[in-house]
């Protein structure tokens, strides 16, 4: 019933941007904290950047500190992903998630916190 579909990516040069976007749907979204991961082939997901749903308290990994920003629109049930400056490092699928905790007004920086992810979305950045 919960659904979380990602859109947005695409194929970047160097040091362009892009903005992905996460719609969710069958969840009190405002309730949920939401985080954006990675994983590229040969790799292990990474936590990119989460944002908590009771008071809008960001996190950004240092890896990409400074180029991405995460942001949550609660009356479109969606949160976002701006990503600007990008390098072909940034390359990865890259999945929303959805943790449904209330007892920690933090995101969680692990994937085994979220309870609900979207299918994914390819971002390539080219040399």
């Known amino acids: 019933q919960v659904q979380l579909v990602e859109s947005g990516g695409g194929l970047v040069q160097a040091g362009g941007s892009l903005r992905l976007s996460c719609a969710t749907s069958?969840?009190?979204?405002?309730?949920?904290?939401m985080g954006w991961f990675r994983q590229a082939p040969g790799k292990k997901r990474e936590f990119v950047a989460g944002?908590?749903?009771?008071?809008?308290?960001?996190y950004v990994s240092d890896s990409v500190k400074g180029r991405f920003t995460i942001f949550r629109d609660n009356a479109k049930n969606s949160v976002y992903l701006q990503m600007n400056s990008l390098k072909p490092e940034d390359t990865a699928v890259y999945y929303c998630?959805?943790?449904?905790?209330?007892?920690?007004?933090?995101?969680?920086?692990?994937?085994?916190?979220?309870?609900?992810w979207g299918q994914g979305t390819q971002v390539t950045v080219s040399s």
């Open positions: 069958g969840l009190t979204f405002s309730t949920y904290h």
């Open positions: 944002i908590t749903g009771r008071s809008g308290i960001t």
């Open positions: 998630a959805a943790d449904r905790t209330s007892l920690a007004d933090a995101v969680g920086l692990s994937g085994s916190a979220y309870d609900y």
